[in-house]
């Protein structure tokens, strides 16, 4: 069973844990890499047991704490819309920043990406499956016109 558990939300950060039978993966980590460690802690996961981070797109409120995680963390599995891949690559310690590009497996997880409309060069959202559950995200969707 999938379990979705917002850490961060809103115009100043946005990270997301997803679990699902021994896969934990952050969706987006956009919050100082402290408090995202912090409430990680206080429901008991170390970062060390985190499979995977899944960026949505490029803004700050999405990835700031990305740096300072693959310093520290450089095992985690980076994985982020083709589009902004090598974008994702500069902003980390990790050259190995998986490009997404339909859908992808992490562990027992199936993800499937479908494009978001919103003022960044490529946004994603997630459906997240584990053959008994499914949950789909949406972060930001939506643009400004005149």
Not at 25 to 48: C, H, M, Q, T, W
Not at 79 to 98: E, G, H, M, N
Not at 115 to 139: E, L, N, P
Request: charged share 20%.
């Amino acid at each position: 069973m999938i379990k979705f558990t917002p850490l961060f939300s809103g115009s100043k950060g946005n990270c997301s844990l997803i679990r699902s039978d021994g896969v934990n993966v952050l969706l987006d980590i956009g919050f100082g890499y402290k408090a995202i460690v912090k409430r990680l802690e206080e429901l008991n996961v170390s970062p060390k047991e985190i499979d995977a981070v899944v960026i949505t797109h490029e803004h700050t409120d999405h990835v700031s704490a990305l740096p300072m995680w693959t310093k520290y963390w450089p095992s985690t599995k980076i994985f982020a819309p083709k589009a902004i891949a090598d974008l994702i690559c500069q902003r980390s310690y990790s050259s190995d920043v998986t490009a997404i590009d339909g859908e992808f497996e992490i562990k027992n997880l199936r993800i499937t990406p479908y494009s978001c409309s919103h003022d960044a060069v490529c946004c994603y959202g997630y459906k997240f499956c584990d053959g008994q559950s499914s949950f789909a995200s949406i972060t930001d969707t939506g643009f400004v016109d005149q």
